[in-house]
């Protein structure tokens, strides 16, 4: 069964998953075979849902079962979790180390019912129906007793982590915050005490005025390159309103967002020719009183802002990123920025 276990010396928590159970020759994944999978072997296609474990939920055609042909988007349990809802929710310790039960949720989003369609190719409408079945599967996992965060990514291309050729998107539920959102809901929280208004909120208005580090606006998303980038080509997704909670976002705003994320893409896509990437959303943690720190939620929705990244994987992370946490970053933000802004792309 899966385990926590707390890494005392770097202050993180590390899943160790013994159903992933992978020995030495079982690395690296043999990503060719798998991409050579064609329809006819592929689990996700519509018609084979007997070959993935039951779906939890899906977006469909009217008059169609769970299990069947005609959904647009399918939510299924991932068949070698790395967390799993029957584990335990406890804490207890060997000795001087602390670890957990495997508690939590792994679930495959199969995005598209279409073998050959992916995230840099996508309508709008395919677009729609997939951040639409982020929001609802979040929302009814945030009713979850013990579920602390929500980690909803999606993996583009092998050296992105992809391992399975259909497009889809992962998400895992956790019994603890992650501490890179517990430190950005630390800094936000410190920003806004001392300034009463919301970082990303400044941080947003503040490049829409200087110009320079924006790719892409609409309505109501931002999407620009960050000011530290860590990654060259590194992109944010940001809603210009203020909203703290991902679920809470309306179908209008999931409309304006994938237009948002629809040209960013695209415009990565015909920039750097089809690129691998990583989409991560980040939100606030679902609410409730935390046994450590009672004030842990205090007015996060007015500090804390949800956002998408996308990091593009053109230079790999190696010794230095790995030993300091410092990254070289060789492409200025600004002038990947300029690059995106000049690129023409076709949007439908
Ligand atoms: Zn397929
Ligand atoms: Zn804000």
């Keep these: ?67 069947e042909p005609g959904w647009r988007v399918r939510i299924i349990p991932n068949k070698f979790p790395a967390l799993k809802p029957e584990e335990q929710f406890f804490r207890t310790s060997e000795a001087i180390h602390d670890k957990m039960g495997g508690y939590g949720f792994h679930e495959v989003i199969i995005d598209t019912p279409d073998h050959e369609r992916h995230i840099n190719n996508f309508s709008i409408d395919e677009l729609v129906l997939m951040f639409t079945a982020y929001r609802e ?48 809901i630390k800094q936000c929280r410190s920003y806004h005490m001392e300034k009463e208004r919301c970082l990303l909120c400044d941080e947003i208005n503040f490049e829409l005025r200087e110009g320079i580090r924006v790719v892409h606006d609409n309505d109501h998303f931002i999407v620009y390159s960050p000011f530290a980038s860590a990654f060259p080509f590194e992109l944010r997704v940001v809603p210009k309103e203020h909203l703290d909670d991902f679920t809470m976002v309306t179908d209008n705003m999931i409309y304006y967002l994938s237009k948002a994320v629809q040209i960013a893409v695209k415009k990565l896509d015909k920039l750097l020719k089809n690129p691998p990437f990583n989409m991560m959303l980040h939100t606030s943690p679902p609410r409730r009183n935390l046994p450590y720190d009672p004030n842990y939620f205090y007015e996060i929705d007015k500090l804390f802002h949800w956002y998408i990244e996308i990091f593009p ?25 300029k690059y995106l802004r000049e690129i023409k792309i076709n949007t439908e």
């Design 137 to 184: 599967r979040m929302k009814q996992l945030y009713e979850e007793k013990n579920i602390y965060y929500v980690q909803i990514f999606k993996n583009h291309g092998k050296e992105a982590g992809k391992s399975l050729y259909h497009s889809h998107s992962q998400l895992i539920a956790l019994p603890r915050i992650p501490k890179r959102i517990g430190t950005q």
């Design 1 to 67: 069964m899966p385990e926590l276990r707390y890494n005392i010396l770097n202050d993180i928590w590390v899943i160790i998953s013994k159903e992933r159970a992978k020995r030495p020759h079982d690395y690296p994944l043999n990503w060719e075979d798998k991409k050579k999978t064609g329809k006819e072997n592929c689990p996700f296609e519509p018609g084979k849902e007997y070959l993935t474990p039951q779906e939890v939920f899906a977006i469909r055609d009217p008059d169609t079962k769970p299990d």
């Design 313 to 337: 994987r053109m230079a790999i992370h190696a010794g230095f990123e790995l030993g300091t946490e410092f990254f070289i970053n060789p492409t200025p933000p600004e002038e990947a920025a």
